[in-house]
C-alpha cells in the first residue's frame, strides 16, 4: 500500500503547506482529528487565514491506497497472453513480430494481420460500463465511506490536469533516446493538456460518481478506428486461434455458446475515492501480477484516422530514428497517452503495460513497458512519480469539494483547465430543463502561491553547466524499499531534488458566479469572492518530424484565444462556452485537418525517401 505522511510545514506559508512524505508507514492508532499544535497566527494581508474548520487537515495523516477485495467478482478469470507473447514480458525492448532482415516470423504469423473493424463482432465483446452505472462500485463506496467513485478512464484525465499544474508543466525524461531526439520537444502535447470536463452524479447517502465527458463534438469522433482496434487487438493477442475466430462476423458458433459478458475488476480506496480498473491481462511471474493491453497506432495514422486505410503503407521498419521506427512511436506515446496509463496502473495497483504496434493492417512488434519504466520516462524516479501521483489525488478531491460547495446534491459538470501556476474550473448543475450553458454557473480559480518543486528547478535551471537534465534532478527508488535505480532514473551531480520535502501552498477562490447566460458582457450578478484559504496537502517546419507537436502549434494561436480571463471583459458564460469547445476532439476546423492530412503525408514522402537509401 502507498503511504505518504503530510507534516505541517516549517515554510512561510505554513498556514497552508503542509509535507508528503514518501515510503512511510502509517501508524495503525493514527487519528484525523487529533489536535493540531498551538502556533502563533501571523498576520497575511493578503490571503484570508485558514478557516478552524480546516485545521484537522494540517494533522499528519498518510496518503491511502488500499485494494478492495469483492467475493461476489473475484471468481471472474483474468486473460492471459497467447501465441507465446509471454515471452515478452521478461525481454526489455522491442520484440519483432517479423524480423525485417530475414522475414522470419519471431511469433505465430497468425498474429500479422489486423482485423479490419467491419469484420469483428464489437457485439460479442462484455459492454463498457459506466463508473455511474456500476452497482457494485456504488456498494463498496457506501461500505467503505468514500465520497467519490469512478473508473481509470473517466478520472485519469482530471488527474493528469492536476500533475501538470503541481509539476510545473514538467516535461518527459528525454535520457535514452538518440541524437536526433534531443532537439525535439519534450513537453506534452496540446491534446495531453487540454481542459477536461467530468460529470458528477448524486447517488444514495449523497455520494457522487465522476464519469468522463468527451465535451461537444460538431463532426465524427476521428479515433474511432483506433478505439476500436484496441478492442479487437486486445482479444486477438489474449486469444488463441479458435476462440478468435468466433469473434468475427459471420462465423458459425456450437449450439448455446454464450460469450463471456463478465470482466474482472480491481477496486481500491484512494483518499476519498473509490475506483475501479479493468484487468486485462495477468501473469503470476510478474512482481505486480496484472498489467495493461495497450496498442499504438503509426503517427501517420493518428494524425489522420478518419483516412486510415490511405496510410497502411506506412511501417515500422527500424529501431530507432525519427521515420519508421519503434522509437518515434514511442516517445510520442511518451508525449502523449503515456501519463494515462501510467495512472491507470497506479490505481489499478498494476505491473505496466504490453503494447502492440500497429499501422490499422499490420503488426509490427511488441514491447512490454514496466510500471518503473514508466515512473522513469514520466517523472524521472519512481519516489517522485508516487509523491505526485498522492498530490494530485488530494488536490483533486480538494477541487471537487470545492466545486460542490454551491450544488450539494445537485448533478454538476466541472470543466477544468490548467495555465501556468494555477488551475481555472467551472462548475454548472445539470438539468433536463436548463440548456448546457445557460444556467447556473461559478467560476474557481485554484492559486498555488510556492511550490518547492518549481523553486528547485528553476534554481537548478540557472546554471546548466553543472547539471545532467534540467529539472529531471530526483531521487530514484524503487517500490518495495529496493534501492536500485531504474536506467533511466536522473541525478545529479550538483543535488537532488527530495519528494519527501515537496511543499505546496494554494488558494481556492471563487471569482465569479452567474445565475443566468448574459452574452452582452458582465451578469450583474457576477461576483468577485475574496480568497478562501484551503490547507494545502499536496505532497500535494521546417523539421516535419516533431508530431502531435507541430499539429499543436499550428492550433495553439486558435487554442490561445479561447477561454480564461485575459484582461477582457468577456461574459462568464461565454467564456466558458469557449473552454468547452476546446474539450473533447478540439472540434478541429477544416483548416486544421488539411494540415494535419498533408502533415502525415510529409512523413510519408520523407520515410520513402530514407527506404529508398
Known amino acids: 500500500m502507498l503511504r505518504f505522511s503530510q507534516r505541517v510545514s516549517s515554510s512561510a506559508h505554513s498556514n497552508w503547506a503542509v509535507r508528503a512524505a514518501s515510503g512511510v508507514s502509517a501508524p495503525s492508532n493514527t487519528s484525523a482529528s487529533a489536535p493540531p499544535p498551538k502556533r502563533k497566527k501571523k498576520k497575511n494581508k493578503h490571503v484570508a487565514q485558514t478557516p478552524s474548520s480546516d485545521t484537522s487537515a494540517l494533522v499528519e495523516k498518510p496518503f491511502l491506497f488500499e485494494t478492495v477485495p469483492h467475493e461476489e467478482t473475484s471468481h471472474i478469470q483474468v486473460a492471459k497472453l497467447a501465441h507465446g507473447l509471454d515471452r515478452v514480458l ?49 456498494s463498496l463506496t457506501k461500505k467503505h465511506d468514500r465520497k467519490y467513485f469512478s473508473s481509470t478512464s473517466s478520472i485519469t484525465g482530471l488527474l493528469a490536469q492536476m500533475y501538470h499544474l503541481i509539476s510545473n508543466h514538467k516535461g518527459i525524461n528525454e535520457k535514452g533516446f538518440s541524437t536526433p531526439y534531443a532537439k525535439q520537444k519534450n513537453t506534452y502535447t496540446m491534446f495531453q493538456r487540454k481542459p477536461t470536463s467530468a460529470l458528477l452524479r448524486i447517488h444514495d447517502n449523497g455520494v457522487y460518481s465522476i464519469d468522463q465527458e468527451k465535451g461537444p463534438q460538431t463532426e465524427k469522433q476521428s479515433n474511432e478506428i483506433l478505439m476500436h482496434l484496441g478492442k479487437s487487438l486486445e482479444k486477438l493477442v489474449t486469444a488463441d486461434k479458435e476462440e478468435y475466430a468466433t469473434f468475427l462476423n459471420g462465423a458459425v458458433l456450437p449450439e448455446g455458446h454464450e460469450f463471456q459478458q463478465e470482466e474482472a475488476f480491481h477496486y481500491a480506496k484512494v483518499e476519498g475515492f473509490m475506483l475501479r480498473s479493468q484487468l486485462d491481462c495477468v501473469d503470476a511471474r510478474l512482481p505486480g501480477k496484472t498489467f495493461d493491453i495497450k496498442t499504438r497506432a503509426s ?10 486505410k490511405d496510410h497502411q503503407d506506412y511501417k515500422l521498419n527500424r529501431l530507432k530514428g525519427m521515420l519508421s521506427s519503434f522509437e518515434r512511436e514511442y516517445f510520442d506515446m511518451a508525449r502523449s497517452t503515456m ?60 477541487v471537487l469539494d470545492k466545486a460542490l460547495t454551491r450544488y450539494r446534491g445537485e448533478n454538476v459538470r466541472i470543466t477544468v483547465k490548467v495555465q501556468k501556476d494555477e488551475l481555472v474550473f467551472y462548475v454548472e448543475p445539470v438539468s433536463e430543463t436548463v440548456p448546457e450553458g445557460e444556467g447556473r454557473l ?43 535505480r531504474h536506467p533511466l532514473d536522473m541525478s545529479s551531480k550538483r543535488g537532488e531534488f527530495d519528494p519527501s520535502r515537496w511543499n505546496i501552498a494554494y488558494t481556492i477562490t471563487e471569482v465569479a458566479h452567474q445565475d443566468v447566460a448574459s452574452v452582452t458582457g458582465p451578469n450583474p450578478s457576477q461576483t468577485n469572492s475574496t480568497a478562501e ?18 499539429l499543436a502549434a499550428t492550433l495553439g494561436p486558435l487554442n490561445n484565444k479561447r477561454g480564461g480571463d485575459q484582461g477582457q471583459q ?44
Not at 123 to 128: E, F, S
Not at 299 to 308: F, G, L
Open 570 to 613: 468577456k461574459a462568464l458564460h461565454v467564456e466558458y462556452a469557449d473552454v468547452r469547445n476546446s474539450t473533447g476532439n478540439l472540434n478541429r476546423s477544416d483548416d486544421s485537418r488539411k494540415g494535419a492530412i498533408a502533415f502525415a503525408k510529409q512523413i510519408k514522402r520523407e520515410a520513402a525517401r530514407l527506404d529508398t537509401k
Open 533 to 550: 484559504a484551503v490547507p494545502a496537502f499536496v505532497n500535494t517546419e521546417e523539421s516535419p518530424f516533431s508530431g502531435e507537436a507541430d
Open 299 to 308: 503517427v501517420v495514422v493518428r494524425m489522420d484516422p478518419e483516412h486510415y
Open 90 to 138: 521478461f525481454n526489455p525492448g522491442i520484440h519483432w513480430l517479423k524480423d525485417p532482415r530475414t522475414n522470419v516470423f519471431n511469433f505465430d504469423p497468425f498474429l500479422e494481420t489486423v482485423t479490419q473493424p467491419e469484420d469483428f463482432n464489437f457485439n460479442a465483446m462484455p459492454p463498457y460500463r459506466l463508473a455511474s452505472a456500476d452497482k457494485i462500485l456504488l
Open 339 to 398: 501519463l494515462k496509463y501510467n495512472l491507470q496502473v497506479r490505481i489499478g495497483n498494476m505491473d505496466g503495460i504490453f503494447v502492440a504496434y500497429h499501422n490499422t493492417q499490420s503488426i509490427f512488434g511488441f514491447q512490454y513497458i514496466s510500471r518503473e519504466e514508466m515512473n522513469a520516462v514520466l517523472y524521472g524516479s519512481c519516489a517522485f512519480g508516487d509523491a505526485a501521483f498522492a498530490m494530485a489525488t488530494k488536490a483533486l478531491e480538494a
Open 442 to 484: 461559478t467560476k474557481y480559480r485554484l492559486k498555488i502561491h510556492f511550490n518547492s518543486y518549481k523553486k528547485f528547478s528553476e534554481q537548478s535551471n540557472e546554471n546548466d553547466a553543472n547539471r545532467e537534465q534540467g529539472d529531471w534532478m530526483v531521487r530514484g527508488s524503487l517500490n518495495g524499499g529496493n534501492k536500485q
